[in-house]
Nanobody
Framework: QVQLVESGGGLVQAGGSLRLSCAAS????????MGWYRQPPGKQRELVAL???????NYLDSVKGRFTISRDNAKNTVYLQMNSLKPEDTAVYYC??????????????WGQGTQVTVSS
């Protein structure tokens, strides 16, 4: 089992920055892929960014160049630095951890979510 606790959300003006953190506890393995998802009001949850244990990352097109995902494996923590925020970034942001054994997904864990609100 893996437990995920997010922090760092809040209210910010357009153009501002926020840094989200996600602390993981439990059985963390080098096969884990960590990610940030978001769910805007009235919309489906979408993948924002993910990062492998080795540091390879991918981003949603609309956040490329503005958001940066990183992880500190020694602290079992993943971060999302969000710059140049826009009102359309307003959403509940969720941390996610996926565990694999070979190509099989064996664990899929979620944090409780943290609200990010960007005012225009």
């Amino acid at each position: 089992q893996v437990q995920l606790v997010e922090s760092g959300g809040g209210l910010v003006q357009a153009g501002g920055s926020l840094r989200l953190s996600c602390a993981a506890s439990g059985k963390i393995f080098s096969t884990d892929v960590m990610g940030w998802y978001r769910q805007p009001p009235g919309k489906q949850r979408e993948l924002v960014a993910l990062i492998t244990y080795g540091g390879s990352s991918n981003y949603l097109d609309s956040v490329k160049g503005r958001f940066t995902i990183s992880r500190d494996n020694a602290k079992n923590t993943v971060y999302l630095q969000m710059n140049s925020l826009k009102p359309e970034d307003t959403a509940v942001y969720y941390c996610n951890a996926k565990q694999f054994r070979g190509s099989s997904l064996v664990g899929d864990y979620w944090g409780q979510g943290t609200q990010v609100t960007v005012s225009s």
